[in-house]
C-alpha cells in the first residue's frame, strides 16, 4: 500500500477525536441558542462569533484528528504547519467565539487569592508558552517525544493549553482583561522576540538536528504513534519532502511566516467581529 493510500484510509482519521469535535459542536450550538436563558439583560452571542469558534474547533480536528497528524511525524514542515495552526489560529478563533456573560463569574473578578489573579499575568503567560514551545523543539526532547504516545498527547495539550493562555490577554472574552494597544503592541514584540531565535537557529543550522525526520528507525517508531507497527513500517517509506535539510529550513519559514501573520490577523479579526457585534446590538 502506498503512502498516499494510507493518508486517504480511515486509519489516518481520529474517530474518537472527530466525535468529541461533534459533541463540543453540538453543546456550543445549544448553549449559545436554543439552551440559552432567555430575556433582556441576556448575551446574544452573534452568528460570526459563533462561526468564529466552530471554525477552531474545526480547524483543532483537523490539526489533530486528520492526515496531517500523520504528516507531521513524516515531514518536518508539516510538524511546524500544524504547530502554527494549532497554537497561533486556533485558540483566537476559540476565544474570539466565546460568550463573555457567561464566562465573566468565572474568570472575571479582578480580586481574589494571588494564585488566581496570576493566571491573567500576561508576562507569565508568555514566558510559559514560548518556555515549553522551544523546550519541545530541543533535538533530544522533540526525538523523544515524537516517538512516544502519551509524551507527544501530553505535549501537545499542555502546549494549547499555554496557547489559550497566552492568547488571552489580546484577545480574551472579557474586556478588561485584555491589554490596551501599546500593550498589545509590546506583548506580540516579546512573542516573537522569544520564539524567533529558536525559528533561525534551525533555518541556519548546517544539517538536519532531528532524528526523527533523518533516521529510519526514529522515523518508524514516530509514525508508530500514529499507525500500528506494520502499517507504520511501510509509512515510513515514504519520500521525504526534499533532503531532511531543506524540510527543516522550509518548516522554519513556515513557522516564522505564520505566527507573525497570525497575530495581525487574528486583531483585525477580533476588531471586526466586535465591530459587527456591537452593530448586531445596535439593530
Known amino acids: ?31 449559545v441558542g436554543p439552551l440559552q436563558p432567555a430575556g433582556a439583560g441576556v448575551e446574544r452571542v452573534p452568528f460570526i ?9 474545526g480547524l483543532l480536528y483537523v490539526c489533530w484528528g486528520s492526515p496531517l497528524l500523520v504528516l507531521s511525524h513524516v515531514w ?4 511546524m504547519a500544524q504547530m502554527s495552526l494549532s497554537y497561533f489560529i486556533v485558540p483566537p478563533l476559540l476565544l474570539i467565539g466565546l460568550p463573555q456573560r457567561a464566562l465573566r463569574p468565572l474568570v472575571g473578578r479582578r480580586r481574589g487569592p494571588s494564585v ?8 507569565a503567560a508568555l514566558w510559559s508558552f514560548n518556555g515549553l514551545f522551544v523546550i519541545y523543539h530541543l533535538p533530544s526532547v522533540f526525538d523523544r517525544v515524537m516517538t512516544h504516545a502519551a509524551a507527544h498527547i501530553a505535549f501537545l ?48 543550522a548546517p544539517l538536519a538536528v532531528f532524528r526523527t525526520y533523518v533516521d529510519p528507525v526514529y522515523r518508524w517508531k514516530a509514525l508508530g ?3 500500528p507497527p506494520s502499517v507504520a513500517m ?4 515514504w519520500p521525504a519532502f526534499g533532503s531532511p535539510l531543506q524540510d527543516q529550513r522550509l518548516g522554519s519559514l513556515i ?15 477580533e476588531r471586526y467581529v466586535a465591530g459587527k457585534s456591537k452593530t448586531t446590538e445596535g439593530t
Not at 49 to 57: E, M, W
Not at 76 to 79: E, I, M, N, T, V
Not at 116 to 123: A, G, T
Open 116 to 123: 488566581f489573579r496570576r493566571l491573567f499575568d500576561p508576562r
Open 255 to 269: 513557522m516564522l511566516a505564520l505566527h507573525a501573520a497570525a497575530f495581525a490577523m487574528m486583531l483585525k479579526f
Open 49 to 57: 462569533r459563533k462561526v468564529s469558534f466552530l471554525a477552531g474547533l
Open 1 to 31: 500500500m502506498g503512502g498516499w493510500e494510507l493518508l486517504a484510509g480511515s486509519g489516518s482519521w481520529n474517530r474518537p477525536l472527530l466525535w468529541l469535535t461533534m459533541g463540543l459542536t453540538a453543546a456550543y450550538v445549544l448553549a
Open 157 to 204: 495539550t499542555a502546549l494549547f493549553a499555554l496557547a489559550v493562555w497566552m492568547w488571552w490577554p489580546l484577545v480574551g472574552p472579557i474586556p478588561e482583561q485584555r491589554l490596551p494597544e501599546a500593550g498589545r503592541k509590546r506583548y506580540i514584540a516579546a512573542n516573537e522576540r522569544l520564539l524567533m531565535p529558536a525559528c533561525l537557529l534551525l533555518l541556519l
Open 234 to 237: 511501510e509509512a515510513a517509506l
Open 76 to 79: 518536518f514542515s508539516a510538524h
Open 225 to 227: 504513534v500514529c499507525f
